[in-house]
């Protein structure tokens, strides 16, 4: 078994791993558990009563963070013309068309998120298996395949963030950074939650929620009263 260091363990041991704690109080623990010596990033783990495996439980969405993520996002917008004026005026770092699918194809992948205006989904589509698994490949449900490329854009920039569920039935989903303090990462948390509880499928049956974690990138999970996410729905 992989032995803790002393630091984490004096964490660890302010965390009552037996009780449920409400979503302000959670998330205020876990900030100030917080040890490491950059700024840490905070992840939610929701776990969701759903069969991925099922293509109407398959969860994914996105939501706009009010505060943001905390990091400077890299936008590349496939656009031509007016369209490619319109994403760089909304803040696109890298805007082009055949160039950059060429650039892609050849190994360079200095960009964060992508978006893309329906005329080019089909040249885009070539590159399909280098952005689809780092999860950097656009797509019309998650609006960043759309002709309002420039809105696309701002959100993104904005804090815009994809949720998808993984094969386990987990949705893990970074909602701050420590920096933030615990009244900002409780206004993301509960905007994240509220989304995902409006994404639930009418196929699934029984409890939908789960589960609800939060921790940061080095420290303990602070398990979070379920009754309460519950009650977000209502």
Known sequence: MKRRGKTYRTMLAKVDRTQRYSLEE?????????????????????RLGVDPRQADQ????????PHGMGKAVRVLAFAKGEKEREAQEAGADIVGAEDLIKKISEGWLDFDKTVATPDMMGAVGRIGKILGPRGLMPNPKTGTVTMDIG???????????????????????????????PEKL?????????????????????????????????????????????????
């Open 26 to 46: 959670g998330l205020r623990l876990v900030h100030e558990t917080a040890r490491a010596k950059f700024d840490e990033t905070l992840e939610m783990a929701v």
């Open 151 to 181: 809105k696309a854009v701002k959100e993104i920039k904005a804090g815009k963030l994809e949720f998808r569920v993984d094969k386990a039935g987990i949705i893990h989903v970074p909602i701050g950074k420590v920096s933030f303090g």
């Open 58 to 65: 398959n969860i994914r969405g996105t939501v706009v963070l």
């Open 186 to 234: 409780l206004d993301n948390a509960r905007v994240v939650l509220s989304s995902i509880l409006r994404a639930k499928p009418a196929s699934a049956k029984g409890n939908y929620v789960l589960g609800v974690t939060v921790s940061t990138t080095m420290g303990p999970g602070v398990k979070i009263d379920l009754s309460q996410v519950r009650a977000m729905a209502a």
